[in-house]
């Protein structure tokens, strides 16, 4: 199958309409190593104007395609979402921003904690956030 039909596939799974500007915005944000601001993306893809991926990052969370992440920086991050199913609390996961660098790492291998809150309290989100230093970044500290 070729890459593009893989990502619109993931779209269409979404009920997300497939367009080349879509496809390009998922598959960048699937290729990056970390979770991406707006204007990360916006250099990422040099040929889209900002409006553009704006709008199509709402769709993207509208649809639960992808999740916010708020860390800090005064800009959201934005990551695609692990399960091509849903994007539920479950999926959730430790994010860690390097104050060095300013990226924002996912940790997909540590879950949140569980959190039992009151009765009557129902959970839409959760925000895990760990700062410090990136191993990168400490290893230049040196």
Request: aromatic share 8%.
């Amino acid at each position: 199958m070729e890459t593009n039909e893989i990502y619109a596939e993931r779209l269409e799974k979404k009920g997300v309409k497939p367009t080349a500007v879509r496809i390009l915005v998922l598959k960048e944000m699937m290729e990056a190593s970390c979770a991406v601001s707006l204007i990360e993306l916006e250099t990422m893809l040099a040929t889209v104007d900002r409006s553009t991926i704006f709008r199509t990052l709402n769709l993207f969370l509208a649809h639960h395609l992808v999740h916010d992440i708020e860390d800090g920086s005064g800009s959201l991050k934005y990551e695609v979402c692990p399960d091509e199913d849903t994007c539920s609390v479950d999926d959730m996961h430790t994010h860690f921003y390097c104050e060095v660098c300013h990226r924002t790492f996912c940790f997909r291998s540590i879950h949140i904690p569980v959190i039992d809150l009151p009765e009557g309290f129902r959970l839409n989100s959760i925000n895990y956030m760990v700062k410090g230093v990136c191993r990168e970044c400490a290893a230049r500290m040196k």
